[in-house]
């Protein structure tokens, strides 16, 4: 009981939490994600994809033309990524690359979207073309 009593004591006092808290109860249930089909009605000049895999996972395949920015660098890293243009942020399934917009988006970022399925859903949606 006392265990609980101190946690719930800390989150209080944390403005981290706080943030993330007011974040989840602004947030919409599918805020920000993007299907591998609706890609193509968008211009590719006007999308930027990061790719918040490890080096190693980039190298073994990505999507043409993708910065890799492995998610736990992405706030350190935010610089490298426009605000000028849409940012689909992807990984191989969505677990790290959503990670990364939650980062981001507490950060105060808005032109960002999380590719749902990632990259293997990408890559399977190309082949099947």
């Known amino acids: 009981m006392g265990l609980l009593l101190f946690g719930a004591a800390m989150a209080e006092e944390n403005p981290a939490l706080e943030t993330i808290q007011e974040y989840l109860e602004f947030a919409e249930y599918a805020d920000g994600a993007i299907m591998p089909e609706q890609l193509a009605s968008i211009d590719r000049k006007d999308i930027v994809f990061v790719d918040a895999r490890n080096p190693e996972r980039f190298e ?13 660098q992405i706030l350190e890293r935010q610089d490298e990524i426009p605000r000028d243009k849409s940012v689909v942020l992807y990984c191989d399934t969505g677990l790290s690359s959503s990670k990364a917009y939650f980062i981001l988006r507490l950060a105060g970022r808005e032109n960002i979207k999380v590719l749902r399925g990632g990259y293997l859903m990408w890559r399977a949606q190309r082949q099947g073309q």
């Open 60 to 72: 073994a395949g990505h999507v043409p033309g993708a910065m890799n920015i492995e998610w736990r």
